[in-house]
């Protein structure tokens, strides 16, 4: 058991030991921070120029839009120039963005027009770097250390995601909004510097060969050669919708998605209100609880040996989403449902490891950022869809809501176990 336990503690532990992936993994973190300071100071500094909740939607949606459609000219620049250039001149532009909107801030000559120019080129922008974010780690990692690097990454987005905005709130509240600018400014040129320090792997003619024989074997031809950025985003769509795995990929990310943004903001909200009779430092309990079975499932699956059978672990993952999704229109205590999220959170960071390295090792270098920003178009075009259902299945309660999100992920698992193709996945 011993044994055991060190095996998997060197495992995850691995990667680290990479001064490359050192570098990603802090300017990674470091990014994640900036977006939770961008958050807290757009928010802040909007409501006290203008007083007005509807001024903070059109920030917001401002950042929102332009990151939704550009995303797929992100992914098509990145596999064109190198997702570390991208990623590099990303983290600088956001640096040199948010450090002018704290001047004009500190100096009192922000205006609401101002600040929705400002959203809109920081999610522009942004949607260059979260691609590209994405698909670097195969050129800094061997293929065997993908799942514990992954592990070690998503446990820091984790982390992140939620220190980004407290730290944020705290700055503000101790300073002023300005002044999280600046230090969100910092935090992206920090950024740009340790990805600028990342060397990445050499590959050796025989790999580049052997994954080309792979590609043409089991997937759809990498798109060569495209002349144009809207002929190279087509070939990179071809590319994700020609390949059965990859479709199921992108369903499956999809449905997660749909039963995921929804519930989890607009059910949560609602269970922890209504249903449990709680208030907000119940509604806390559930995203807390969810982060960190998300955050365990992701650290066990980066620290297992062996490499599963990727189809039918989403298509359990869809299953086990289904079982909790159900479990919570029917639970009546707070026990009960933080004992469900968490189970959730788990299958999720489990999943997650082996789904993103196995795309990483299974597409091709010459596209993988653009499907990966398939991907990511979709869930941004899914994600308001379910806000809107989830709110209007909510006014009848928790339980239709859930009994439709769970129906949802029970179709999708079925839909995995059908295809023999997809079962077969490794």
Known sequence: MASTLV??????????????????????????LGDGFSYIAFSWITLGLTQSTLALGYVLAFQAVPRALLTLVGGSLSD?????????????????????????????????????????????????????????????????????????????????????????????????????FLVDGVCFALCGVCVAGIRPLPRPAAAEEEAAAEGAAGSAAPPRAEVSLGARIRAGLRYAFEDPRIRTILAVD??????????????????????????????GLLNGALAGGAMLGTLV??????????????????????????????????????????????????????GLSWIQRTIDGSVLSRVISVDMVIGYA???????????????????????SAAVLAVTAIGILSSRTVREMR
Do not use: Y
């Open 7 to 32: 095996d998997a503690r060197d495992r995850l532990s691995a990667p680290a030991r990479l001064p490359s992936f050192r570098l990603l993994w802090l300017g990674q973190s470091l990014s994640l």
């Open 80 to 180: 064109k120039w190198s997702s570390r250039t991208l990623m590099k001149l990303s983290s600088w532009a956001r640096a040199a963005l948010m450090t002018g909107v704290g001047l004009a801030g500190l100096a009192g000559s922000l205006t609401l027009w101002m600040l929705c120019c400002a959203a809109a080129a920081f999610g522009a922008v942004d949607a260059f770097f979260q691609p590209a974010r994405a698909s670097i780690l195969p050129s800094v990692v061997d293929e065997e250390q993908l799942a514990p690097a992954n592990a070690l990454l998503g446990v820091a987005a984790k982390v992140s995601a939620v220190l980004g905005p407290a730290v944020g709130g705290m700055v503000v509240a101790f300073s002023n909004a300005p002044i999280a």
């Open 254 to 283: 999809a449905a997660v998605t749909f039963c995921q943004a929804g519930p989890f903001t607009v059910g949560f909200a609602t269970l922890a209100k209504v249903e449990l009779h709680g208030g907000s430092a119940t509604l």
């Open 301 to 354: 699956g980066g620290a297992v040996s062996s490499r599963p059978r990727i189809g039918l672990l989403i298509a359990a993952l869809a299953g086990w989403l289904a079982i909790g999704t159900g479990l919570l229109g029917l639970v009546g205590n707070t026990a009960g449902a933080l004992a469900t999220v968490v189970a959730m959170g788990f299958g999720m960071g489990f999943q997650g490891v082996f």
């Open 382 to 404: 899914v994600a308001p869809l379910s806000l809107i259902v989830c709110g209007a299945l909510a006014q009848s309660g928790t339980a239709p809501m859930f009994a439709v």
